[in-house]
């Protein structure tokens, strides 16, 4: 069965501690693995798309991974702003359109 | 940019009532989809569709209809509520060749007492 896990479920930082946030899959075949952001009282907002392993991409704070067998979101020097819930998503192949995502990881970044 | 609407952020209601949840997307997607997010359990989708008055089940479907008659709108029809369907719905609408960039709207809190 597809399974995707996030790691920690949750994560206290202060601010400028660098640290990173694991997704771990298991799945038939992965066509794509995706990361959003979640804001209480929102729906998640897209962050990030990797189809491959060595796969890389950054967005100011934020640098997502991707491996054959899990993905790291790596925040450097966060900010408060960037408290959020990080979710993980994969597609995999004979998934039309479908997305499976994991739990979650509930980050608060203190000043 | 894109816009997905969900007018109703929070809805109580009975069990065995019937409850109907619209969603709009101003973007002109093919797709779009309803979740539930629950708690420990993450995102899980119910339906969605990939063209007008077509539809697909999803994970959970079951207690769920859909309901697409025009492009910018995906409703969900609960048509007998019980109160496991108490949950946070989420609609989503996503490009043919952007599939996998799903844009969400704010969310509806469901509650059935």
């Known amino acids: 069965e597809d399974q995707v896990t996030q790691s920690p479920e949750a994560l206290r930082l202060q601010e400028g501690e660098s640290s990173s946030l694991n997704c771990s899959y298991t799945?038939?075949?992965?066509?794509?693995l995706f990361w959003y952001r979640q804001d209480p009282g929102k729906g998640p907002e897209f962050l990030f798309t990797?189809?491959?392993a060595g796969e890389e991409k950054e967005k100011e704070r934020l640098k997502a991974t991707l491996t054959k067998k899990e993905s790291f979101l790596h925040i450097t020097a966060p900010k408060p702003e960037d408290s959020a819930t990080y979710l993980c998503?994969?597609?995999?192949?004979?998934?039309?359109?479908?997305?499976?995502f994991g739990a979650g990881t509930r980050l608060a970044v203190h000043p | 940019d894109v816009k997905v609407t969900q007018s109703l952020r929070y809805l109580v209601k009975r069990t065995g009532e019937k409850v109907f949840l619209e969603c709009v997307q101003d973007m002109d997607h093919e797709n779009m989809f309803w979740y539930r997010q629950d708690p420990g359990l993450g995102l899980r989708l119910i339906y969605f569709s990939y063209d007008v008055k077509m539809k697909e089940k999803g994970d959970i479907p079951e207690g769920y209809s859909v309901s697409r008659e025009k492009k910018e709108r995906f409703s969900l029809i609960l048509e007998s509520a019980s109160t496991n369907q108490t949950s946070m719905y989420l609609c989503?609408?996503?490009?043919?060749?952007?599939?996998?960039?799903?844009?969400f709207g704010p969310g509806t809190r469901l509650t059935v007492t």
């Open positions: 989503a609408s996503s490009s043919r060749d952007r599939e996998y960039e799903q844009y």
């Open positions: 990797l189809y491959s």
């Open positions: 799945v038939s075949g992965l066509r794509g």
């Open positions: 998503a994969v597609q995999v192949d004979g998934g039309y359109n479908k997305l499976i």
